[in-house]
């Protein structure tokens, strides 16, 4: 899975000299507050796939010991580093009559990417020697892309398929 820099600025606070802490919502420890600055950084990967928002909360503490806390939310936006995968099994087994018309959708091919928006967006690609056979390349919808009469009597014919996945951006 993918992962962000580590130690990127995510916050420099505008608040008289104080000490700061991280004091809630960093349970793994992704986050790290410069005591004196009260700049916030990342302190390990972060990754949009596992969290994609983390509420976290600062405090100041000044030197007469008052306080104040703030609430920070930092998104985790998406780079495009998951690679798709299909969800369906290595082999699937399609009986179609032999008068099945033209267009007429037979199959759909399952896949996913867990990235969000055009990173998770995939592309069905079919390889079909026949040329019976034709795919929606964006929903991966099989489809029968001729009529199967040229072959006399189709009953009994087998074709294989063959279909890749790619992530549109990748
Ligand atoms: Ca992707
Ligand atoms: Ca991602």
């Not at 992962?3 to 420890?29: E, K, M, Q, T, W």
């Not at 390349?137 to 189709?154: S, Y």
């Amino acid at each position: 899975m993918g992962s962000r820099p580590v130690g990127v600025v995510l916050l420099i606070p505008n608040a008289p000299p104080s000490d700061f802490y991280l004091v809630d919502g960093d349970p793994r420890g992704l986050f790290a507050i410069d005591q004196a600055t009260g700049r916030l950084t990342t302190a390990a990967p972060v990754d949009r796939e596992q969290v994609e928002e983390h509420a976290l909360t600062v405090v100041a503490v000044q030197t007469d010991r008052s306080f104040a806390s703030c609430h920070v939310v930092v998104t985790v936006t998406d780079v495009n580093d998951v690679v798709p995968t299909f969800i369906d099994n290595d082999l699937s087994i399609i009986e179609v009559p032999d008068d099945a018309a033209v267009g007429r959708a037979l199959y759909k091919v399952r896949a996913w990417d867990a990235d969000s928006g055009r990173n998770g967006q995939l592309r069905y690609t079919l390889e079909d020697r026949s040329s019976y056979f034709a795919m929606d390349p964006e929903d991966g919808t099989l489809h029968l892309a001729r009529p199967f009469g040229d072959l006399g009597r189709a009953s009994g014919n087998t074709f294989q398929l063959k279909v890749t996945i790619e992530g549109t951006f990748k």
